[in-house]
């Protein structure tokens, strides 16, 4: 069976939740919900599997904290024995108006400290990754403040249906591949 390695970024704990920088889990929990997964306590992460068509699933929420999440993705890549064309990583980005999806298939981290743990972790930036804009409106030197902040009401209202758009995004990464899913993404936000 093929497998993949999908990983939501974000740290562990209950102050952590709902916030921006937890997007990826956000999007895994809603995803693994919609598949009737539950998350197990393992090491390095939380982890659930689900499969589509044939497909197997693993789904990652770090528990080493957004700076360390490069070691529970080697860890759970080598376990798995997935190839890097079957990881894609989640995460929130500044840079992107709020709920809009970007999928790239390499690139620098711009920033994101997930990112460059995992990069400078398995030594290259060859790997899927989904952006999700959490936009940036907030005051100069302000920006650890925004990313830990929560999400209010009215921003989960716009981030709620691109999260059911980031579960379908997945199962299309595993289905049809990344080209096929970037040109089918990207162009819908």
Same mark, same amino acid.
């Not at 890549?77 to 929130?92: P, Q, W, Y």
């Given at each position: 069976?093929?497998?993949?390695?999908?990983?939501?970024?974000?740290?562990? *704990? /209950? @102050? !952590?939740?709902?916030?921006?920088?937890?997007?990826?889990?956000?999007?895994?929990?809603?995803?693994?919900?919609?598949?009737?997964?539950?998350?197990?306590?393992?090491?390095?992460? !939380? /982890?659930? &599997?689900?499969?589509?068509? *044939?497909?197997? $699933?693993? $789904?990652?929420?770090?528990?080493?904290?957004?700076?360390?999440?490069?070691?529970?993705?080697?860890?759970?890549?080598?376990? &798995?024995?997935? &190839? $890097?064309?079957? %990881?894609?990583?989640?995460?929130?980005?500044?840079?992107?108006?709020?709920?809009? $999806?970007?999928?790239? *298939?390499?690139?620098?981290?711009?920033?994101?400290? *997930?990112?460059?743990?995992?990069?400078?972790?398995?030594?290259?930036?060859?790997?899927?990754? %989904?952006?999700?804009?959490?936009?940036?409106?907030?005051?100069?030197?302000?920006?650890?403040?925004?990313?830990?902040?929560?999400?209010?009401? @009215? &921003?989960?209202?716009?981030?709620?249906?691109? /999260? @059911?758009?980031?579960?379908?995004?997945?199962?299309?990464?595993?289905?049809?591949? %990344?080209?096929?899913?970037?040109?089918? !993404?990207?162009?819908?936000?």
């Amino acid at each position: 069976m093929d497998k993949y390695l999908i990983v939501g970024l974000g740290n562990p *704990g /209950i @102050e !952590y939740e709902e916030t921006r920088h937890n997007t990826g889990f956000m999007i895994l929990d809603a995803f693994a919900k919609a598949s009737n997964s539950v998350f197990e306590d393992r090491r390095y992460g !939380y /982890i659930a &599997e689900t499969s589509v068509k *044939g497909r197997k $699933l693993i $789904l990652l929420k770090p528990t080493t904290f957004m700076n360390l999440s490069g070691n529970a993705v080697r860890y759970w890549m080598n376990k &798995e024995h997935i &190839e $890097l064309s079957r %990881l894609l990583v989640i995460s929130d980005d500044l840079s992107l108006p709020l709920g809009i $999806l970007r999928l790239k *298939g390499n690139g620098s981290n711009g920033g994101h400290n *997930g990112l460059g743990n995992i990069q400078s972790v398995l030594g290259t930036q060859q790997y899927a990754r %989904l952006r999700v804009g959490i936009g940036n409106d907030f005051p100069r030197g302000m920006q650890i403040d925004w990313v830990l902040g929560k999400y209010s009401h @009215e &921003e989960m209202e716009t981030l709620l249906p691109r /999260i @059911e758009t980031a579960g379908e995004l997945i199962k299309s990464f595993a289905l049809s591949g %990344l080209d096929v899913t970037m040109n089918q !993404y990207n162009k819908k936000s």
